[in-house]
């Protein structure tokens, strides 16, 4: 997301993730205020950048959606960070990317390949 020509933008419960660019940027005439987003896995970069206000608790963390990579789907896990009820903050945040919660937590499970191998004979 970059923003240019003067504007004032203002991201609130934002999540900016798994981007193939710099997730974050402006040009010097623009103001960018940033609250309680979740920016994490982007390939250029999650810092916000210098020069951004900076609102309420900001994070760097797996938003942990409930597809796989690639699947398109960004519904969050009910043990995502970005849901209230598993925020430790100062300054309560609501739900932050534009999807609610639609599945539960995965559990895994330690194992082993022998018994991995075992289920399929």
């Not at 950048?49 to 896990?77: M, Q």
């Not at 925020?87 to 539960?104: L, S």
Request: charged fraction near 20%; glycine fraction near 10%; include cysteine.
């Amino acid at each position: 997301m970059y923003a240019k020509g003067g504007f004032v933008l203002s991201l609130d419960r934002l999540i900016v993730a798994f981007n193939n660019a710099k997730a974050l940027g402006a040009d010097a005439t623009s103001t960018v205020t940033v609250a309680c987003c979740d920016i994490f896995g982007n390939l250029g970069g999650d810092a916000i950048p210098d020069g951004f206000i900076k609102k309420g608790t900001n994070l760097s963390v797996d938003p942990l959606f409930c597809g796989a990579p690639g699947s398109e789907n960004y519904y969050l896990r009910s043990d995502s960070p970005c849901v209230p009820e598993n925020q430790d903050f100062d300054e309560y945040c609501m739900p932050m990317g534009a999807r609610p919660v639609a599945c539960g937590a995965v559990s895994i499970e330690k194992t082993t390949w022998g018994s991995i191998k075992s289920m399929y004979r």
